[in-house]
Structures are given as structure tokens and as C-alpha cells.
């Protein structure tokens, strides 16, 4: 039998248009060459406009997914996405303490794309509390960092200072995109404990996209379970969403979705 490729865990919600969630994150891990698994933490009703409603799993569910699957199948990487509960979160929390060399990316999402909200303060400060001193690198946006650092002054909080907050509650990269500030370009930049790694300057693409932040979070954990380190892996995911995003298509009447075997239509 060949060898398996890297096998990457995802923790997310159920997204049934295919764009963000638990079904971007396998297209994408899938798309840079690594075999996913998963484990479902919520159930959603949306469409590409927004989400309607939103049903947490049991924590016990969550747990139980995530156990038969990391004691039956070796895992390179753990990506994390939506968790829906702050007793999922506990859950997660427990399930890396048990798995401390597994590289985990936390992709904090607090809100879709419309802005519906998908964590709570409760969730929020759980995650804070309890999953970042676990994780290698962390992918907010630029509003998700400043909620999740419990910064005050909300717009106005300076990045850096955020992402050196974050770091302080033990996360070892913390990677700002910057597709909600303004200017022309992204600018996406990481930062460890020393400071600034790397900002890479991205050319804004026109439209409104849904799952670009499952995708980059999904890439970089791919890069990891390939055997990237950190800034590579952060580099090379940016390239494919960038590529992903530039090739995305609109099925619905709302967001454009990212095309995660964009590669296909070059053949």
C-alpha cells in the first residue's frame, strides 16, 4: 500500500453551501494535498447571504468524534473553526492537552461574513482562557483580534498590541489578516514573541467572499501537517487562497464562494 499523505484534523460547523466551515476546510486541506477528517461541532441553516440559525453539537459528541478518530488515525496537524459553545471549547481544550505535539491552528471565528454572530462573550473569553496558550498560530482578522484580545478601544486598537496579547496568553504566532482595514492592498502580517515575522501585501480583490478565513486557517494547517514551518507554511497558504479567491465563482445570490482546485481550469 502507498504511504497515507499528512492527515489533517479539523474541529468546525457544518456549512451546507460548501463555502466556509467544516466543508471549506476539508476542500481545502483535500486542495494542498493532505487527507482531512473531521469532527463536527454545530449544525447551521444559511445560505450564501448569510446564516439563519445555529445548533451546537453536545460537548460530549464533540469529544467522542474527536477521540475515536485520534485513536485510530495519526494526525500532523489540528485546525480549529467554529465551536459554538463554551463547553465545546472545555471539550477542544482537553482533547489538545491530551495531543500536546500536534500543531493547532485556531481560526477564531466570532461572526459570518454579514456579520451574523457565531461566539458569544462566554465563548470568547473561553477561547482566550483556554485554547491559545494550545495553539501554534492563530489566524483572527483584524476585528477578530481585537475582540478576542479584550481590547477596549475596539476599532481603534492598535494590531500589534493585539497580537502581543494574544501571545501573551501563550499562542506562539499570531497571524492578522487585514481584509476588513482600508486601503487598497491586504495586508496580512505575522507576529511571535520577537515581534513582526512577516507582513505580505495581497492585491484587494473586487466582491465579497465567503470562507476566505476557513480557507487560509485550512491552508496553513495543510502546510504544517507537510512539514512547513511556521512562516513558510503561512507564506504558501496566502499564495492559495489569494490564487482561490482571484478564481472564485458566484453559485447563489449572495457571496462569491472560493474556488479551492482553482488549478483545474489552467489545465
Known amino acids: 500500500m502507498p504511504p497515507s499523505p499528512p492527515i489533517v484534523l479539523t474541529f468546525a460547523a457544518s456549512d451546507p453551501t460548501g463555502g466556509?466551515?467544516?466543508?471549506?476546510?476539508?476542500?481545502?486541506?483535500?486542495?494542498?494535498?493532505?487527507?482531512?477528517?473531521?469532527?463536527?461541532?454545530a449544525l447551521t441553516i444559511q445560505d450564501t447571504v448569510g446564516i439563519e440559525r445555529l445548533l451546537p453539537i453536545g460537548a460530549d459528541w464533540v469529544a467522542a468524534q474527536a477521540r475515536a478518530l485520534l485513536e485510530d488515525i495519526p494526525v500532523s496537524a489540528i485546525k480549529l473553526g467554529v465551536l459554538a459553545s463554551a463547553d465545546n471549547v472545555a471539550a477542544v481544550a482537553r482533547i489538545l492537552a491530551e495531543h500536546p505535539g500536534v500543531p493547532v491552528v485556531l481560526d477564531p471565528v466570532l461572526a459570518s461574513g454579514r456579520g451574523d454572530?457565531?461566539?458569544?462573550?462566554e465563548v470568547v473569553d473561553a477561547m482566550r482562557a483556554q485554547l491559545l496558550a494550545r495553539t501554534r498560530i492563530a489566524t483572527p482578522n483584524s476585528l477578530e483580534a481585537r475582540r478576542l484580545a479584550g481590547d477596549s478601544e475596539g476599532a481603534e486598537a492598535d494590531l500589534a498590541q493585539c497580537a502581543r496579547r494574544l501571545i501573551a496568553h501563550g499562542c506562539e504566532y499570531v497571524l492578522i489578516t487585514g481584509t476588513h482595514e482600508p486601503g487598497a492592498d491586504v495586508v496580512n502580517t505575522l507576529y511571535s514573541q520577537a515581534g513582526t515575522v512577516r507582513a505580505d501585501r495581497w492585491t484587494r480583490l473586487p466582491g465579497s467572499y465567503h470562507g476566505s478565513g476557513c480557507t487560509l486557517a485550512s491552508a496553513i494547517a495543510a502546510a504544517l501537517a507537510s512539514g512547513r514551518g511556521v512562516p513558510e507554511a503561512v507564506r504558501d497558504a496566502q499564495e492559495y487562497t489569494w490564487q482561490a479567491l482571484a478564481a472564485a465563482f458566484a453559485p447563489g445570490r449572495g457571496q462569491f464562494l472560493p474556488n479551492r482546485f482553482f488549478w483545474h481550469d489552467r489545465t
Not at 466556509?20 to 461541532?41: E, F, K, N, W, Y
Not at 454572530?117 to 462573550?121: D, H, K, S, T
Request: charged share 10%; with cysteine.
Open 20 to 41: 466556509a466551515g467544516l466543508q471549506a476546510d476539508l476542500l481545502t486541506i483535500a486542495g494542498m494535498g493532505c487527507h482531512p477528517v473531521s469532527v463536527v461541532t
Open 117 to 121: 454572530e457565531l461566539a458569544g462573550r
